[in-house]
């Protein structure tokens, strides 16, 4: 199953709505209308091939404010993304991290590289990336591709 296939299905199960107005969206919590959701996370996951990283931002991040764990995966990818001008590590770890609590083996993997690593902004921590190692590896529930 192709990740935008995922996004668009969990998103359906989410319950939000896109409100579009003279061709600028926004996104609302609404339970009447998840189709529009998953369209909001398509058109972000495209936005963002297509190198329109503001725009795949803004809509990402109303997902990921109303607690949608795959929208805060892929801000922590956004924001760690070398081509995106406003790329930003701490931010990346901040979602990601979101998203591991929330439970998503692929963030809890990312979490626990960054831990193992170190950047410019998170210091290498081997117990703490080992912990999320152990959690994403139990964790076959959801593996998210």
């Known amino acids: 199953m192709g990740m935008l296939k995922v996004i668009s299905i969990f998103l359906i199960l989410i319950g939000t709505q896109v409100l579009a107005d003279d061709n600028s969206l926004k996104v609302t ?3 009447s209308g998840p189709e529009k959701a998953a369209a909001a ?3 972000a996951y495209t936005a963002y091939g297509r190198g329109e990283y503001q725009k795949a931002l803004n809509l990402w991040k109303s997902l990921a404010e109303t607690n949608n764990a795959w929208a805060q995966l892929y801000l922590g990818v956004l924001y760690s993304d070398y081509k995106v001008p406003f790329r930003d590590n701490l931010e990346a ?3 990601y991290n979101l998203a591991a609590e929330n439970g998503l083996s692929g963030a809890q993997s990312n979490v626990g ?3 193992w690593k170190g950047n ?3 210091t290498k ?3 703490r990336a080992i912990k999320w190692f152990e ?3 139990k964790n076959t529930s959801n593996i998210d591709h």
Request: proline content about 5%; aromatic content about 14%; cysteine-free.
């Open 41 to 43: 996370a398509g058109e």
């Open 113 to 115: 590289s960054i831990y």
């Open 29 to 31: 919590e609404d339970t």
């Open 125 to 127: 921590n081997l117990p």
């Open 120 to 122: 410019d902004t998170i």
């Open 135 to 137: 959690l994403a590896s």
């Open 93 to 95: 770890f901040k979602w």
